[in-house]
């Protein structure tokens, strides 16, 4: 299947160009059919080279060749992709659980005059990820970036007939590529040093490359900041929940396995600048803890089904980059596939109820579904369960793994730890709360809607099965050793690829001292790490089961809770002190340019046109005049010769 891997890249493209160039033509079968088998297919050949690569025993990369690119002087850059432990894994997500949404949307879209387009959009995107994430090269990477960026832009913004959908596209593009100018100067700086912009290159340079050493920090912070934008981190968090304006295969496909885990991606395949990069890592981790808990906050107060879900992204993103600055690449790359499976879950989930209440998204015009949607209510459960990182779930796994290796981590360890617990705490009760308002209580349901109320059909309900069996088994793969003596199949499969940074910091001379927990210590945090969600739970479950609340209307909101149903007015914020200033700035240097630089341009030209106006009329075409200038010109001449000359 190696042999065939270079499908994996050209099959989305060829979806693409088919159902691009034929989307007035073809019927909505027939464009579903060749959108969800370029993306399944690859799904498939992606297993077979699993099996084949042997990735717990494979050592080198499986290196091909698909074309040539840009050569200028010793600059060499191709179309060339890597097939590691790493790529494998991701493509993995992408092509399975994109398939998945591709399936989704058969259903979902079915009747959207859009439908075709929406294909050729979702086949566009698998590809820019792909492209992303199999890229033997930083300039490939970011090729790929940029792409999963415009395909963003159109995808949330499908919609553009909408308002709100076209800003928040809008909004999506342009907040990316703040972060990623950072991402661009980490690429020039790579080069510049290393001579290179290939992985296994600019890898194998490192050891020797001593200058590299000395600012190695900034070129960290300048891929973070890139990362900062594409994953949704503080301050440039914003753009992501408001791409919820997209259709909701949408927002599954960029939450839960592409475009929000690049910058994840990013960090994990440049470990070997970052796990030297020690102040930048620190950087990393609190940023990442801090965003955890204060999107999760946000998440408390939120209405909308997929705006809740949307906040819980941007925390999950944040436990994520916190596992990444302690150094505990494993776990943020295991909890990056477990998020995937359920969140994927959650979306489709919420999509589903949205498609059964007619577009419906605020939570308290819903209640007591459960007895209308089973499939959806069990299937969103697990993902929910999972989530809150209750055992034996998915997410339990992968989030109590990041908890432990911040709690280990030197010097700012408990800070990192406590942040995430406040975290697993918050998520667990606003995720219960979601649950809690939408399936369970007295119904709040429009009597017109709830009359043709039912189950969703099986494109959209075989989907969540497969997930919901991901997101309940797939943290089995990582267990701990107090439990049955543990599973470690990730950390013996990510070996190879980890083991690079270790080789280039032991080159440089810099130590780091490991650390050893005590098994009492380690299941003192996992009884904590349950305890603690197990509290979320039983609160939600107090306030919006037992005492039946459902959220107030808008302006009922009050004091701090205002303030956090606002989002803390960030984007208020933004708007007042950088967008609305830049905006004037721009308008006075455009009057500057009209005033001055134009005017100067323009006057000059004006000049001339005075001065040849002037000329002109000595051209009278009169022959007396002509012999009078004559006459003028040979006394000027003669008083110069007689006079000036003596």
Known sequence: MLDLFYLVILLPLVGFLINGFLYRKLNHTLAAIIGISAVAIPFFITVGALFQYDPMHATKPYNFLLLEWIHA??????????????????????????????????????????????????????????????????VLMFLGWEGVGVCSY????????????????????????????????????????????????????????????????????????????????????????????????????????TMVTAGVFMIARLNPIFMAAEIASDYIAITGAVTALFAATIGLYQTDIKKVLAYSTVSQLGYMFLAMGVGAYTAGMFHLMTHAFFKALMFLG?????????????????????????????????????????????????????????????????????LGFLGALTTAFYMFRLVFLTFYGKERIDHHVKHHLHESPFSITFPLMVLAIG????????????????????????????????????????????????????????????????????LARTFFIGKGMVPPA????????????????????FQAYIINPLIEISDALADWDKKFIDGAVVGVGKLFLTLSDGIRRLQTGVVGDYALYIVMGAFFVLYYVFFKGA
């Open 73 to 138: 002087g010793n600059f060499k850059v191709n179309f060339a992709y890597q097939v590691d432990q790493l790529s494998l894994y991701m493509t993995l997500i992408i092509t399975g659980i994109g398939s998945l949404i591709h399936v989704y949307s058969m259903g979902y879209m079915h009747g959207d005059e859009g439908f075709n387009r929406f294909f050729v959009y979702l086949n566009l995107f698998i590809f820019s990820m792909l492209n992303l994430v199999l890229g033997d090269n930083l």
């Open 154 to 257: 159109l995808l949330i913004g499908f919609d553009y007939h909408k308002s709100s959908a076209a800003n928040a596209g809008m909004k999506a593009f342009i907040t990316n590529r703040i972060g990623d100018v950072g991402f661009a100067v980490g690429i020039f700086l790579t080069y510049w040093y290393t001579g290179s912009v290939v992985y296994t290159d600019v890898i194998a340079a490192l050891p020797t490359a001593i200058p590299f050493k000395e600012i190695i920090n900034w070129v960290a912070f300048a891929f973070f900041i890139g990362a900062i934008g594409k994953s949704a981190q503080i301050p440039l968090y914003v753009w992501l929940p408001d791409a919820m304006a997209g259709p909701t295969p949408v927002s599954a496909l960029i939450h839960a396995a």
């Open 350 to 418: 919420s999509g589903s109820v949205i498609h059964a209440m007619h577009h419906e998204q605020d939570m308290r015009n819903m209640g007591n579904l459960k007895n209308y949607m089973k499939i959806t209510w069990i299937t969103f459960m697990i993902g929910t369960l999972a989530i809150a990182g209750i055992p034996p779930f998915s997410g339990f796994f992968s989030k109590d793994l990041i908890l432990e290796k911040a709690f280990g981590h030197h010097g700012i360890g408990p800070l990192l730890w406590g």
């Open 471 to 538: 997101a309940a088994f797939a943290g089995l793969l990582q267990v701990p050793h107090v439990l049955f003596g543990g599973v470690h199949i990730l950390d013996d499969f990510f070996k190879p690829i980890f083991s690079q940074g270790e080789t280039v910091i032991q080159a440089w001379g810099i130590t780091k001292e490991p650390h050893h927990m005590s098994e009492s210590t380690e299941i003192l945090l996992m009884v904590l790490s349950v305890g603690i969600a197990l509290t979320g739970i039983v």
């Open 554 to 573: 808008d302006e009922g909101f009050k004091g701090l809770t205002k303030v956090i149903y606002n989002k803390y007015y960030v984007d208020e914020i």
